[in-house]
């Protein structure tokens, strides 16, 4: 990988191709090519094409005609014309599966399991007007190079042209796990926001939705057998997912080759189930909050040293995880407050009864929500703390997300578990934007500054670790909590900043920031044409002149 | 306005009316009361009704049904149902002028200039049924307390109704200028986001819109007799204002009660002039870019020792003046680089054939460029440097736009000088947006941090000033520079971020930010509901629960 990662330094200084992330090779002509009026994606050697793959190559096909990309030069590629109008058509990309490959769903394959997912793909398009040839061991991987061929275009006055044919990618990914994480309680999306995020992962070859759908503030999830806890817990009976809202959400992702990874949160950030279940929360909205609650009001937690909590939860994480077919579920663990407890006289006696301490009540508890995950041959995934300041035993399965600080991470490899990258040094993308809290003149958003897409882009994934410890680390996101976020401004919070760590994780670390921006911007504008609100990074001047804005140019 | 202030920090602790800006003298009662369903705005004893404001009547009247708002509650209203349906009904709004008034229309008075205009209004809503009254002087009163008159009402379940009949509102703005700052150069935004933003500030009672319309990355206005300039300079040929389209923002701003101060910044900021008059521009795109331009790239300054370059841009800014019907016209004069002049030979020789330092050289255009606008009777506007670091005579009308620090402004007051708050240090929207630049991993943006909305609200406006001085003080605005914005992120960075200003500068200083959240939030869900993407300022438990995330509840 270092080699073509090389390799690509090189070549990717030539005038961008608008693609993200970067394959881990490709190499291009200096020939120009355009696509025929009549082009079309055809398959070969296939007996059956799954549906979710031929509504893919619809959409590609789609987006060909509608992306409208233009060179983003001063001239917008006015001066290729001739070459353009001159150039040879390309008629058609064929489809192939390698041999003895087979075949199943993209959806399916999406949802398999880490690790299981064969994402490769290798793709040929000729400068001499022959059909383009896309190849994968699987329908995701084929879905993956279709991606890739959606970037490959540039817009002239109506022609789709590349200049650099013939190109020829091969690909697969630095890691198994790409993911985003949108927060939907503490402000509520609606279900086409999440779809149309979605989307945009896909985009950029995000393979992981880690919906943190549930906290303090408020439950939308309405999960079977506990309606409940949302009916309860929503804030109002519009803003929900019911069960079908989430198979749909499920299934839309899956089609995308994105596995939807949920999160209950358990024991802490749980205020709002105390509406519907006040027996099973601990100090629920208890005042002043900052006593009570690690980080926002408001506070309350589930009793984890009661016996009936315990079951009560373990029976909703059950109910919770059997809505997702995803192998991994996440009972998050974060922020555990321990005053909460000490002043909960029930939570008090249940120790007293059972002689034991917090932390091993906190054990139990773990114990018995993960045994249901884990019966149900899913893999456990939980926040920091559960691993580093808690005194569970978590199986050695279970992956653990690092949020803290990535200074962290070693700490957590060094105690054999595999982990995903979610630093808040690096990735939290609601950082920078003010403080929140009322009556409050001259608060700070509380993970100042502002994390930019370049900081996260020139993010070292194996820092500090050693060579086995570096194969812990199944990949990496940006993160996205919604204490000043709504349907108004996901998309210009996430877009195009979140491609990130999609770059980061599929093509490996080390890529230059000097050369990722030209492409970050086609990025950027192809997302608006496609609907989804993605900023602009610079004042489109920078964006026309590859270089002319960096801060030593 | 003391004491009304005192008065109104007591009513406003009642159940929020979503009234914003809060009025000068607000008196309410405890008697539901519901619109009746065939609810109607007339005039009375007005012969001729201005078709600007009985435009304005109609949008209110669409607003009455069309917001919805809910009460911020966690129940919504709900518990208010039996009051709701059993309260008496208002069947109509009457809208008088007081005796011996000039009827004109909306528009003409916006226009009319600073300190002319009468904003005052009188709304008196009955508990009993009667109709409720407005009066005011002008058109543009009777506009102010339609705004206000919309803001009465929450909605439940269909119904609209107050729970705080009778309300009494005398209410006129503490300062003459309140204005937003939109750079329309860094990057393009069409027409129809101005219009909608001009919507958004006339709801919140701001009457300027301050049109930074033009930049050293691109020039979108198309002046007449100076086409050659967007031409060439526009970001395309479809990112341009055309004069029809200045026509309609002008117009479009009036019918809403606000005028149009457009600014060409003069003589820094114009280095895209080169495209088509290389003559008249010294250090065109220069680099290394730090060297010959203050803040970002591309350099380039008008060759402000050049007679035919002060002709042309006197010229040029008597034009684009002539487009504009305001009083006001900005010539900008910020941030201009000596060293660009310094290494440019043409500036050089024609100081020194006149015998002139660049001071002197700068006093001279400036003399040019403001005399095309004080003989059209118009009051030129500048940025604080042209008063503070530069040896140029401004003519004592001039209004000066205190922009690089609040702490400034004592300085400015000290020469007499009327100005404008504008400090990036409390009103600069786009801080805290992390850096921009390329090929930086570490950048922060270049005012860090984030400016709240509690920031501006808490703003002193006569801070460190004498009495005299503080009559300078025209009233201020928050400001959006376009270097990581565009249409993608207008609305989610203003609103309702820019209504903190409004406010101040409407009601006078001393507001609370614990009273103003709840109303503030009802202004987010507001604009939401009437097209503008308002963001979520706290999680929607916060927003239902006033004072329940304080920052010490």
């Given at each position: 990988m270092?080699f073509?990662?090389?390799?690509?330094a090189?070549?990717?200084?030539?005038?961008?191709?608008?693609?993200?992330?970067?394959?881990q090779?490709?190499?291009?002509?200096?020939?120009?090519?355009?696509?025929?009026s009549?082009?079309?994606?055809?398959?070969?050697?296939?007996?059956?094409?799954?549906?979710?793959?031929?509504d893919?190559?619809?959409?590609?096909?789609?987006?060909?005609?509608?992306?409208?990309l233009?060179?983003?030069?001063?001239?917008?590629?006015?001066?290729?014309?001739?070459?353009?109008?001159s150039a040879?058509?390309?008629?058609?990309?064929?489809?192939?599966f390698?041999?003895?490959?087979?075949?199943t769903?993209?959806?399916?394959?999406a949802?398999q399991?880490?690790?299981?997912?064969?994402?490769?793909?290798?793709?040929?398009?000729?400068?001499?007007?022959?059909?383009?040839?896309?190849?994968?061991n699987?329908?995701?991987?084929?879905?993956r190079g279709?991606?890739?061929?959606?970037?490959?275009?540039?817009d002239?006055?109506?022609?789709?042209?590349?200049?650099?044919?013939?190109?020829?990618?091969t690909?697969?990914?630095?890691?198994?796990?790409?993911?985003?994480?949108?927060?939907?309680?503490?402000?509520?999306?609606?279900?086409?926001?999440?779809?149309?995020?979605?989307?945009?992962?896909?985009?950029?070859?995000?393979?992981?939705?880690?919906w943190?759908?549930?906290?303090?503030?408020?439950?939308?999830?309405?999960?079977?057998?506990?309606?409940?806890?949302?009916?309860k817990?929503?804030?109002?009976?519009?803003?929900?997912?019911?069960?079908?809202?989430?198979?749909?959400?499920?299934?839309y992702?899956?089609?995308?080759?994105?596995?939807?990874?949920?999160?209950?949160?358990?024991?802490?950030?749980?205020?709002i189930?105390?509406?519907s279940?006040?027996?099973?929360?601990?100090?629920?909205?208890?005042?002043?909050?900052?006593?009570?609650?690690?980080?926002e009001?408001?506070?309350?937690?589930?009793?984890?040293?009661?016996?009936?909590?315990?079951t009560?939860?373990?029976?909703?994480?059950k109910?919770?995880?059997?809505?997702?077919?995803?192998?991994?579920f996440?009972t998050g663990g974060?922020?555990?407050?321990?005053?909460?407890?000490?002043?909960?006289?029930?939570?008090?006696?249940?120790?007293?009864?059972?002689?034991?301490?917090?932390?091993q009540?906190?054990?139990?508890?773990?114990?018995?929500?993960?045994?249901?995950?884990?019966?149900?041959?899913?893999?456990?995934?939980?926040?920091e703390?559960?691993?580093?300041?808690?005194?569970v035993?978590?199986?050695?399965?279970?992956?653990?997300?690092?949020?803290?600080?990535?200074?962290?991470?070693?700490?957590?490899?060094?105690?054999?578990?595999r982990?995903?990258?979610?630093?808040?040094?690096?990735?939290?993308?609601?950082?920078g934007?003010?403080?929140?809290?009322?009556?409050?003149?001259n608060?700070d958003?509380?993970?100042?500054?502002?994390?930019?897409?370049?900081?996260a882009?020139?993010?070292?994934?194996?820092?500090?670790?050693?060579?086995?410890?570096?194969?812990?680390?199944?990949?990496?996101?940006?993160?996205?909590?919604?204490?000043?976020?709504g349907?108004?401004?996901?998309?210009?919070?996430?877009?195009?900043?979140?491609?990130?760590?999609?770059?980061?994780?599929?093509s490996?670390?080390?890529?230059?920031?000097?050369?990722?921006?030209?492409?970050?911007?086609?990025?950027?504008?192809?997302?608006?044409?496609?609907?989804?609100?993605?900023?602009?990074?610079?004042?489109?001047?920078?964006?026309?002149?590859?270089?002319?804005?960096?801060?030593?140019?």
């Open positions: 270092n073509l990662s090389l390799f690509c090189f070549l990717c200084l030539t005038p961008a191709l608008a693609i993200w992330p970067r394959p090779n490709l190499t291009t002509g200096s020939t120009p090519l355009r696509l025929s009549t082009f079309s994606i055809n398959f070969s050697g296939i007996n059956q094409v799954p549906s979710d793959l031929s893919a190559v619809t959409r590609t096909t789609n987006f060909l005609k509608t992306d409208k233009q060179a983003l030069t001063p001239d917008r590629g006015a001066s290729s014309s001739s070459a353009v109008d040879r058509t390309l008629s058609s990309l064929t489809l192939k390698n041999p003895g490959a087979t075949v769903s993209l959806s399916s394959e949802t399991g880490l690790g299981t997912q064969d994402e490769s793909y290798s793709l040929q398009v000729p400068a001499n007007g022959g059909s383009a040839v896309l190849t994968a699987t329908a995701l991987g084929l879905f279709l991606t890739t061929f959606g970037q490959l275009w540039y002239l006055d109506g022609t789709t042209y590349t200049l650099q044919a013939p190109i020829q990618v690909d697969a990914p630095a890691y198994p796990y790409r993911g985003f994480m949108l927060d939907t309680s503490r402000n509520y999306f609606p279900v086409t926001d999440i779809k149309r995020t979605l989307d945009a992962m896909s985009w950029v070859k995000i393979n992981h939705f880690h943190h759908a549930v906290d303090s503030q408020s439950f939308p999830v309405v999960v079977p057998g506990f309606e409940e806890i949302s009916q817990g929503a804030y109002s009976s519009a803003q929900v997912y019911t069960p079908a809202d989430v198979k749909d959400i499920v299934s992702a899956a089609a995308r080759g994105i596995d939807v990874m949920v999160e209950i949160d358990t024991p802490g950030h749980t205020s189930i105390s509406q279940h006040p027996e099973h929360i601990a100090c629920p909205e208890a005042t002043p909050w900052a006593q009570f609650a690690n980080a009001p408001p506070a309350g937690q589930l009793r984890l040293a009661s016996p009936a909590t315990t009560f939860t373990a029976n909703l994480i109910a919770a995880s059997s809505m997702f077919p995803s192998k991994l996440s974060d922020e555990i407050n321990e005053n909460c407890y000490t002043k909960d006289p029930q939570t008090q006696q249940d120790l007293a009864s059972q002689g034991k301490t917090l932390e009540a906190l054990d139990t508890f773990t114990q018995a929500t993960h045994s249901v995950l884990l019966d149900a041959g899913k893999t456990p995934v939980v926040w703390e559960m691993a580093l300041e808690h005194q035993q978590l199986n050695n399965e279970t992956i653990v997300l690092v949020w803290i600080s990535s200074e962290h991470v070693a700490a957590v490899a060094q105690k054999g578990f982990l995903i990258h979610a630093g808040s040094d690096f990735f939290y993308l609601d950082c934007a003010g403080g929140w809290l009322g009556a409050n003149i608060g958003s509380s993970c100042n500054p502002f994390k930019t897409w370049q900081k882009y020139s993010f070292n994934p194996t820092a500090n670790l050693t060579d086995d410890q570096a194969k812990l680390v199944l990949g990496g996101q940006q993160l996205l909590w919604a204490e000043q976020s349907s108004s401004n996901l998309d210009p919070i996430a877009w195009p900043r979140a491609a990130a760590s999609a770059e980061l994780f599929w490996g670390p080390g890529g230059d920031v000097r050369t990722a921006l030209p492409r970050l911007h086609d990025v950027a504008y192809r997302f608006v044409q496609r609907g989804v609100k993605a900023i602009a990074l610079q004042p489109q001047w920078c964006a026309l002149r590859p270089g002319a804005c960096d801060v030593d140019a």
